[in-house]
């Protein structure tokens, strides 16, 4: 099991710009959420996929879009990029079990710097 | 509000001694309780959960926490460190009026001396 993968590791980009980062889920996992890390802070949820729709989202500006793919896979989108948007971009999945919570298992990450 | 507070920015500990890291939290709803270790550069790996029953959980590498209701509290305990659990520490709490979504407090580094 590979667990959760996100691609690409690092990237750096130039204000104004557009990125995508990518994430596959764990096997078995339908659910996968976007949560923005920045230095020495905890990270902060920016949206969740299930069903190929968005089905909550955190206190972000529509800069910062989604996709969900018929294989559970998922995009995250940056628009416009600023400086702030420098962070690490966390992809976590869960199963969605209709039980409630679950554990929610995360990937390495994505390191984006704006430069 | 709603939120998740570590009070400890950084704690440093001798190899060998007992470890205890803080976490309080301000919800209204039932919490699901995660404590989450952070490798500099890497991404979140679960330690343990409280979702419902006993009290105290056994997570890995030999991490215990205790949810205390009455103190809205999760603290996280080690009884002895080891040089690899130097990492950073993060808190998160779950409420189902939330759909489950993470709420995370903002860390506490944790470095451990020779």
């Known amino acids: 099991d590979a667990g959760v993968t996100q691609s690409p590791t690092h990237l750096i980009k130039t204000r104004g710009q557009q990125v995508t980062l990518r994430c596959s889920p764990k096997?078995?996992?339908?659910?996968v959420s976007w949560y923005q890390q920045a230095l020495g802070q905890g990270p902060q949820f920016i949206f969740q996929?299930?069903?190929?729709?968005?089905?909550q989202r955190g206190n972000f500006p529509d800069r910062f879009s989604g996709h969900q793919f018929p294989n559970y896979s998922s995009e995250l989108n940056v628009n416009a990029l600023l400086l702030g948007d420098s962070a690490l971009y966390l992809c976590?999945?869960?199963?969605?079990?209709?039980?409630?919570?679950?554990?929610?298992?995360f990937g390495q990450g994505t390191r984006l710097t704006v430069v | 509000a709603q939120s998740v507070t570590q009070p400890d920015i950084h704690i440093t500990v001798s190899e060998g001694a007992s470890l205890e890291l803080r976490c309080n939290y301000s919800y209204g709803a039932t919490p699901y309780l995660f404590w989450y270790v952070q490798s500099p550069g890497q991404g979140l790996q679960l330690l343990l959960k409280y979702f419902s029953g006993d009290t105290l959980v056994q997570g890995i590498k030999g991490f215990e926490a205790e949810f205390k209701r009455s103190q809205s509290s999760f603290n996280l305990r080690k009884p002895s460190v080891h040089w690899s659990d130097a990492a950073e520490y993060f808190c998160?709490?779950?409420?189902?009026?939330?759909?489950?979504?993470?709420?995370f407090g903002a860390g506490t580094t944790v470095t451990v001396r020779a």
């Open positions: 998160a709490v779950a409420t189902r009026s939330n759909d489950y979504k993470l709420s």
């Open positions: 976590a999945s869960t199963p969605r079990t209709g039980a409630g919570i679950t554990e929610a298992f």
């Open positions: 996929y299930y069903e190929e729709e968005e089905r």
């Open positions: 096997s078995g996992h339908d659910t």
